[in-house]
């Protein structure tokens, strides 16, 4: 079974500084995909970065980058230069392989991020 | 750019009611899924919908709920019979067929029971 595990219940992080979140995962498929997605307090979901299984370079979005190291099995989101809108809930989650077409997201519980002034 | 849009944002109803939440994925999507986030957990999968047919549903998902496309662009959500633990955020989400297979999700809708 596939599970995801976020061990950072709350972070601390100095506007303008980096801050990494830690995500780590288990599966026994060889194909799958994980991502980041941010939740404000005002409750949407938002896409920040998806990285794949077969994925050889590390994925990077803008000021979001994955530290994707398969072998230890984790997917790290990194946040450079970090801005007090950044502060919210960070969910970790993986995705199974194509085949299955249920698309069933499994969900960390979430690492809240403060961004201080 | 395109996104999925949910109604209402917050509902609240009488325990034992029934509730429909709306939702209008992204237009060339063929891909549309319900998931549930009760308060201070994780998000949970319910339901796939894919060709006007249910492709899985976890255990949440029983009798009392159910999903349809009735227009070919609204996706909906009933919840027959309301119970107290279902007050939760209700989140609509649909994917394309594009590489990544990256989920959109709506701003969802928010069902406070009563």
């Known amino acids: 079974a596939q599970k995801i595990t976020q061990t950072q219940p709350g972070m601390f992080v100095q506007e303008k500084e980096a801050v990494t979140l830690d995500c780590t995962y288990d599966t026994s498929d060889q194909s799958y995909g994980l991502f980041w997605y941010k939740q404000p307090s005002s409750g949407e979901m938002i896409f920040l970065i998806y990285q794949g299984s077969y994925d050889e370079q590390n994925a990077t979005e803008g000021r979001y980058s994955l530290n994707f190291q398969k072998a230890r099995k984790s997917a790290n989101l990194v946040i450079s230069a970090s801005q007090l809108g950044d502060s919210a809930m960070y969910f970790c989650?993986?995705?199974?392989?194509?085949?299955?077409?249920?698309?069933?997201?499994?969900f960390g519980s979430g690492t809240r991020l403060l961004v201080r002034p | 750019e395109p996104e999925v849009t949910q109604t209402p944002s917050h509902q609240v109803t009488q325990m034992g009611q029934e509730v429909i939440l709306r939702c209008v994925p992204i237009s060339n999507h063929l891909y549309f899924y319900w998931y549930r986030q009760i308060l201070g957990q994780k998000v949970e999968f319910l339901v796939s919908f894919y060709n006007n047919e249910i492709s899985e549903k976890s255990e949440i998902f029983d009798d009392q709920f159910s999903v349809e496309r009735p227009d070919g662009s609204n996706f909906t959500l009933k919840i027959r019979s309301t119970k107290l633990e279902d007050s939760a955020m209700y989140f609509c989400?649909?994917?394309?067929?594009?590489?990544?297979?990256?989920?959109?999700f709506g701003e969802g809708s928010r069902l406070t029971v009563l």
């Open positions: 989400a649909s994917r394309g067929t594009g590489s990544t297979g990256e989920l959109f």
């Open positions: 989650a993986m995705r199974p392989p194509w085949a299955d077409s249920s698309y069933k997201l499994i």
